[in-house]
């Protein structure tokens, strides 16, 4: 009697924890059984059908972005490749979830770019009235309308767009504009702001009648602002303005980049921030959170590592670099990149996990080439593994409990299956003990 109560217990338990962290269900869940069922992917052309097919069977959530190809602007339905592999990939599997890639300063890869420099109307102008341009490239103009509304509905330029992207994911979608500012008044440069927030929600909007969708924004945090009292003074509006405009956020540098110290170990003050804001995002929001691992402490600058033929100076792929100060050098061969990918999973899944919850994704890959770790390979054609991470597949269900923190480096986690832990002055602290 005594078992079948504690039996009982266990599992109000469990419920009244998931009742806790999941708050509402959204086609962007996922469940616990593994961390395989949690893992989305970054998918851009050139990719042979063995990937597609990869993809298909292992990311349930897919982003595309890119091309690799010459595509026709005025005919982009039947020659732009983003939509050719959106439409491979639900045929393969046609409950994927697929979110097309777009930048707030030019659209989709490739066919924004094309597309905007046909429309002089469209582009961001200085108080001057001269185009503000990027690398010599004109950037969207967030006030226009007529702007805006092509920028929102690209997808419409897939006869079956509506049915193959469940929504975007938004690349400079903070809240500030990321344009050269000198010919910009402060009044400019909120209204600018502004009026992006105001896109934001028109595409937020746009997919939620459309389809259900969701647009997913980066950053999560503005790094390199965020945590610096005198820069976010500067700001036209707060660091999570962009927040109420979104469905959810990716935070790209997650235990890398700008959350580490220049010696590559974690910087707990950056990282408890991370952590606080997918919180209040995922559970407290109920916004979907995308994140990116990486293997070890990746930062700038970035390298090439020479992959298929290691005498042609074109085969190459590129890569963030570890800190001249970390212990462990950087990789140079396609066979040192594999061993630093098995090398550091666990401290990267424990990161993850920590902040894992029903609306939280997680990826694990060295960029966003997908040939830097984004599926495996036999050859030396990619920097994915041989194999693909048998981590990845190991029973681990439920949460039994939200993140606890130590209350300054320490997080913890229990799972059904895993026990998973963090201190944030060891980075190789990170661990994951499956029961």
């Not at 469940?166 to 702001?193: E, H, M, Y």
Request: charged share 15%; proline share 7%.
């Amino acid at each position: 009697t005594a078992n079948k109560i504690k039996m009982v217990e266990r599992s109000v338990f469990l419920v009244v924890v998931s009742l806790l962290m999941n708050g509402k269900v959204s086609a962007f869940d996922h469940g616990f059984d593994t961390v395989g069922d949690m893992l989305w992917g970054w998918l851009g052309p050139p990719v042979t059908n063995e990937t597609l097919q990869f993809y298909a069977k292992t990311y349930p959530l897919v982003v595309i972005g890119g091309t690799a190809g010459v595509f026709n602007v005025s005919h982009p339905d039947d020659t732009y490749d983003g939509f050719t592999l959106a439409r491979q990939l639900k045929a393969m599997n046609p409950k994927v979830t697929i979110l097309l890639y777009e930048a707030t300063g030019f659209g989709a890869l490739a066919l924004g770019n094309a597309e905007l420099k046909l429309h002089p109307e469209w582009w961001m102008k200085d108080d001057n009235g001269n185009p503000v341009l990027i690398r010599g490239a004109p950037t969207l103009e967030y006030r226009s309308a007529e702007a805006r509304n092509w920028w929102v509905s690209m997808i419409n330029q897939a006869h079956d767009g509506k049915q193959l992207f469940s929504g975007l994911l938004i690349d400079g979608a903070g809240p500030s504009i990321t344009v050269p500012l000198a010919n910009l008044s402060k009044q400019s440069i909120l209204n600018l702001t502004l009026a992006k927030m105001e896109m934001l929600q028109e595409a937020k909007d746009f997919f939620e009648q459309t389809n259900g969708g969701e647009v997913i924004g980066n950053p999560t945090l503005s790094w390199g602002v965020i945590g610096y009292p005198s820069r976010e003074e500067q700001q036209p509006l707060s660091q999570t303005a962009h927040w109420q405009h979104l469905s959810g956020t990716l935070d790209e540098m997650y235990g890398s980049f700008f959350t580490q110290q220049s010696n590559g170990q974690l910087n707990s003050s950056q990282l408890n921030i991370s952590i606080n804001a997918i919180i209040n995002t995922s559970f407290t929001q109920n916004m979907t959170t995308v994140i990116r691992g990486y293997p070890g402490p990746c930062s700038v600058p970035f390298a090439s590592i020479n992959i298929t033929d290691p005498t042609n100076p074109r085969a190459r792929t590129t890569i963030p670099t570890y800190p001249t100060t970390w212990p462990d050098k950087n990789p140079t061969t396609v066979a040192e990149v594999r061993q630093k990918n098995q090398q550091y999973l666990e401290q990267s899944m424990a990161l993850f996990l920590i902040v894992a919850n029903r609306n939280v994704w997680y990826s694990y890959a060295w960029f966003y080439g997908p040939n830097t770790g984004w599926y495996p390979c036999k050859d030396n054609s990619c920097l994915g593994p041989t194999t693909w991470y048998e981590e990845f597949s190991k029973p681990l269900g439920s949460p039994l409990h939200p993140p606890m923190s130590d209350g300054a480096y320490g997080w913890t986690r229990e799972f059904e299956h895993a026990s998973v832990r963090i201190d944030m002055r060891d980075r190789m602290a990170g661990t994951v003990t499956w029961k």
